[in-house]
């Protein structure tokens, strides 16, 4: 699943007209960039939840078979935040009555994880989450990291949240369709020791604001691997 029914606020003007994944990154939007990764990955079966202006990621991506998978949409009325996002879509993810875990992507991260090796990972509780080093704009983290564990507290540095992470269905078990928040769900599940952790050094960038929207394309114009794909804009 990729997350993409953000407001995008923080990139206004760029966003003031088109969503933030629609953003383009050597001349192709986020979205598509992480749908190429994925389906490079061996998924084929893919489902998006939008808001703000999601008619644009429909008109681009479609059903998905120009990229060679099939792409479902969830869509909202309005933001239901993340955690709302994901129970409303779990229909589509868990078709058939199978409730595997699911790999989850924010639309706006940008990370060179072969996302391959996640999903070779086995999954012992209800959760695993990839993890980075603390950016600036995050340098007190978000979790502790020991020993495969993810908790809230512990000591030393944390990490923070990269974005992408396996989940499993019975993690919204309790929940109900609305408006709610997943950090509260991962941070009882930590309490629980059901919720581990990796960290992934390569880069990954938050592409929250134009300045670091900028700091993309610097990048991936110096970075021959960076990107699946180029297009001339």
Not at 147 to 154: D, P, S
Not at 214 to 228: F, I, M, R
Request: a neutral charge.
């Amino acid at each position: 699943m990729i997350l993409a029914a953000g407001l995008g606020t923080r990139m206004r003007p760029l966003t003031d007209h088109t969503p933030k994944p629609m953003l383009k990154v050597a001349g192709v939007p986020l979205i598509e960039h992480q749908v190429r990764r994925l389906v490079a990955a061996g998924i084929t079966h893919i489902v998006i939840n939008h808001a703000y202006l999601g008619e644009q990621i429909e008109a681009h991506l479609k059903d998905g078979a120009a990229f060679n998978c099939t792409i479902q949409y969830s869509r909202e009325s309005t933001p239901l935040e993340t955690g709302g996002g994901i129970f409303k879509a779990l229909p589509l993810l868990t078709q058939e009555g199978d409730a595997a875990p699911f790999l989850l992507v924010n639309g706006d991260v940008w990370l060179e994880l072969d996302y391959a090796s996640i999903l070779r990972r086995p999954l012992c509780g209800l959760a695993h989450l990839v993890m980075v080093n603390n950016p600036e704009f995050n340098p007190r983290g978000d979790f502790y990291l020991r020993a495969g564990l993810l908790a809230r507290v512990g000591d030393g540095s944390a990490l923070t949240f990269s974005g992408v992470s396996i989940l499993h269905p019975q993690l919204f078990a309790e929940c109900a369709p609305g408006t709610f928040k997943l950090a509260p769900l991962l941070q009882a599940a930590m309490a629980r020791g059901q919720v581990s952790g990796e960290l992934y050094a390569g880069f990954w960038l938050d592409v929250g604001t134009p300045a670091r929207l900028q700091q993309l394309v610097s990048h991936v114009g110096q970075s021959d691997h960076a990107p699946l794909v180029r297009r001339q804009t």
